[in-house]
């Protein structure tokens, strides 16, 4: 229900949306901008509004964009029109003719009218205004009080001074008062620059749903500002928390008001034409039909009303109306930063912002606040681009979102099992996949380590990367799989896409990818994921690739690791924070037989480690070890485990373990097992360790060096490992063995020269 004031300028209405209740005012007539903060008249006119419709949780001002004062804003303005109410009722006290008793002459009324003037004009433009000059007319009178001589004045003043106090102690009881008593010494009436520091509006323009906090926070400190495709994003410290504010800008914000119009009109023809359920099967092409139609719709509207607009102005327009039509908003703004990591949004929508993981600066809240509307849109777009449910029968959805510039893991989780409506978690992937290298420079593996997962995945062995959740787990394996040669097959099995499959078919690798059913999800046609894993087996010699091991397809995973062995490297993530951990979880949660475990070559174990103050966190490999064949009931108690590399905090790093060094690797030794070069040989067999080791150091270092971060990326890394694995079988052939210094001379002079083109961009 809504309740409508006559009035033709700025009407409103009272709308409930969930739990709140919305003062909406209508100021599309108004000459001027709505705001508390700097308009007197918008704040009187509001607070008469409030005093009708009683109650609300929100004030919102619609002209072109919305302007909405939250809870505790709009609670101030409550509190003030409460007080009015309170006041009017007891105006008697402030009428100088019912106190009057004409046998006073000495005063005059114009005192009483003064009091008038600021309780029923002043208190409710300017409530800060109306306690600054009460709190001066009093000190005022009191001091007049003191040189009084007539005795029949007294009385009379008082009564005056009484009334005074009366509405100084009320005044001083509104939270507005208290905020900024503080800040008045010395305040001028109209003056309003304390109220920009209590009045922030979040502003939606009308095309759009979700809200934006536009203005900058108050006393804060700007940490750094970067721009990225016409956004203005500012990293602010917070004063009163330890979370850092992440402010973005985007262009949709700073339009003119005759482009504001355009987007609304084009929007709403757009809005008639709702896309089919087979449009998203390829959303990229769905994105360009529509692109091409809002384009051209752009250019007739703004013909139409006699707007000239440049190509690139009528390229942005669009690129703004697809990302609010088809699109899923400001997220894409979020997930088009490479800094950003991790985005979450809680429920319910339009009262809390979105929060967000940022590279250098960790967790983050923004300026941002999605609304319900948004919420709905979204699930409904991410429901027809994966084919899941998501509903009261399947209250979780676990899904990938691929747009221009970005790619995410999405889960979504509804009532029943989230009762407050609908909650988002995006976990944003690296544009390009993640090299050994990029880890190096990261610190998150040294460089012995790097060349000690190349050996083990040359060698074929079965790999679970463990860690828990946002430890980097699936980045690492995605690493992994740029260490594969390219003349192998590789078969990747997922339930939500998230492995660098796409990256890693430019770059020319016989890589097939499946999909199978989330073990969260009912009733849909797709495979399970164990019946996916038995199908990779029918499927010709491959590497196997598992997105992450959760449920009933780990028995498949350890039937194709026993089949798979000494035939290709079979590799996946699941999560445990150690050794014994993944060890608990296959056997004990996903009932895979003790002795099928022992299949596991090898657990490399990925974790965040924090700083002292617990404000800071990096990722690291703590751990690669080697599971040992030779136990029977517990690996733990009776030596199953064996580290080869572990985590040191003093020097931030992975140290090689005595039993590596001295060369007691149960899974080195069978690698060196099927290599005659290697075969009883443990000095040949680390030293092409050392080898691998040395060139992805060096790799790394030519790219500091030189200012290439592009020579770390997967397309140079795959050529640099076609190179080493070329030169390596060339010594081969011509000296009879594997030296490494010949090895590294043929392939540092290859480096050399492909440095010496010309750098990408």
């Known amino acids: 229900m809504a309740l409508f004031e006559k009035k033709k300028v700025c009407s409103y209405e009272v709308i409930r949306e969930s739990d709140d209740i919305i003062l909406k005012i209508m100021c599309e007539k108004c000459t001027s901008l709505p705001s508390l903060e700097d308009n007197p008249i918008c704040m009187s006119n509001t607070v008469d509004k409030l005093i009708e419709s009683g109650n609300v949780t929100k004030i919102v001002f619609s002209q072109k964009r919305d302007y909405e004062y939250n809870f505790e804003q709009t609670q101030l303005l409550i509190e003030i029109a409460r007080l009015y109410k309170k006041l009017y009722k007891k105006r008697d006290l402030f009428d100088y003719n019912s106190l009057y008793t004409g046998q006073c002459t000495n005063c005059v009324g114009f005192r009483y009218a003064q009091i008038n003037n600021i309780v029923f004009n002043l208190l409710k433009s300017d409530p800060l205004g109306a306690y600054v000059e009460i709190k001066r007319l009093l000190r005022k009178e009191r001091i007049k009080n003191e040189k009084l001589l007539k005795e029949e004045c007294i009385p009379c003043q008082k009564n005056f001074i009484s009334i005074l106090e009366y509405l100084l102690d009320q005044l001083e009881k509104t939270k507005i008062v208290s905020i900024a008593k503080s800040e008045t010494a010395g305040f001028r009436l109209g003056d309003r620059s304390i109220y920009r520091k209590i009045f922030n509006p979040s502003i939606k323009p009308d095309f759009m749903f979700t809200k934006l906090m536009a203005a900058y926070p108050a006393n804060a400190e700007e940490i750094q500002t970067y721009k990225l495709h016409g956004t203005e994003i500012t990293i602010f410290k917070l004063s009163e928390t330890v979370q850092n504010l992440y402010h973005i800008l985007p262009p949709e ?65 669009t690129s703004i109306l697809v990302r609010y039509t088809v699109g899923f908003g400001l997220i894409e703004i979020l997930l088009a930063d490479e800094k950003v990591q991790d985005i979450t949004i809680n429920s319910p929508m339009g009262q809390t912002q979105v929060f967000i993981v940022h590279q250098e600066f960790g967790d983050c809240v923004t300026n941002i606040i999605p609304t319900r509307t948004d919420s709905e849109s979204w699930a409904s777009k991410l429901r027809m681009l994966s084919g899941r449910p998501l509903d009261e029968a399947n209250p979780v959805l676990d899904t990938e979102l691929l747009i221009p510039g970005a790619r995410a893991r999405v889960a979504v989780i509804t009532a029943p099992l989230n009762p407050s409506g609908i909650a988002y978690a995006f976990r944003r992937h690296r544009d390009k996949p993640w090299t050994l290298p990029l880890f190096i420079k990261a610190r998150m593996i040294s460089p012995l380590a790097a060349g000690l997962i190349s050996f083990i995945i040359d060698g074929s062995r079965t790999i679970l990367v463990a860690g828990t959740r946002s430890a980097g787990k699936s980045s690492l394996l995605g690493a992994m799989m740029t260490e594969i040669m390219r003349k192998y097959r590789v078969i990747t099995i997922e339930d939500t896409l998230e492995l660098p499959v796409s990256a890693l078919k430019k770059l020319n690798y016989n890589i097939q990818s499946m999909k199978v059913a989330s073990a969260m999800t009912k009733g849909t046609t797709e495979v399970p994921a164990d019946e996916g894993i038995r199908t990779t087996l029918r499927l010709g010699d491959s590497c196997l690739i598992v997105g992450e091991v959760r449920s009933v397809e780990a028995a498949a995973l350890y039937e194709a690791m026993r089949v798979g062995a000494l035939a290709n490297v079979v590799a996946g993530t699941i999560h445990g924070d150690s050794p014994y951990g993944v060890y608990d979880r296959v056997v004990n949660d996903l ?121 770390l990326e997967a397309d140079f890394i795959v050529k640099a490992n076609d190179k080493f694995h070329n030169a390596s079988d060339h010594v081969l052939e011509e000296v009879g063995s594997l030296e490494s210094k010949r090895i590294f001379a043929i392939w540092e002079q290859w480096l050399k020269q492909s440095l010496k083109k010309k750098q990408p961009g």
């Not at 339009?255 to 390829?282: N, Q, R």
């Not at 990229?284 to 006699?306: C, K």
């Open 253 to 317: 914000f700073r339009l003119s008001e005759e482009k504001y119009d355009l987007l609304d009109k084009a929007k709403k023809i757009l809005s008639d034409y709702e896309p089919k359920k087979k449009e998203f099967v390829d959303p990229e092409r769905m994105r360009q039909v529509f692109y091409n139609i809002g384009h051209d719709l752009l250019e007739d509207l703004s013909n139409h009303a006699g707007i000239r607009l440049s190509s690139k102005e009528a390229d942005e327009l």
């Open 591 to 711: 009932k895979v037989e003790k002795t099928s475990f022992k299949a596991t070559d090898l657990i490399v174990v990925a974790n965040p480690i924090k700083s002292p103050d617990g404000l800071h966190k990096w990722r690291r490999v703590t751990q690669i070890t080697e599971v040992r064949k030779h136990w029977e009931n517990d690996p733990m108690l009776e030596g199953g485990f064996s580290d080869l590399m572990k985590y040191d905090p003093k020097t931030d790093q992975l140290e090689p373990s005595k039993e590596v060094t001295n060369g007691d690797s149960d899974v080195l030794k069978s690698i060196a097992g099927n290599v005659k070069e290697w075969s009883s040989n443990w000095d040949a067999l680390w030293d092409n360790i050392l080898l691998r080791s040395k060139i992805k150091k060096t790799i790394v270092d030519y790219s500091a060096r030189l200012n290439r971060p592009d020579i």
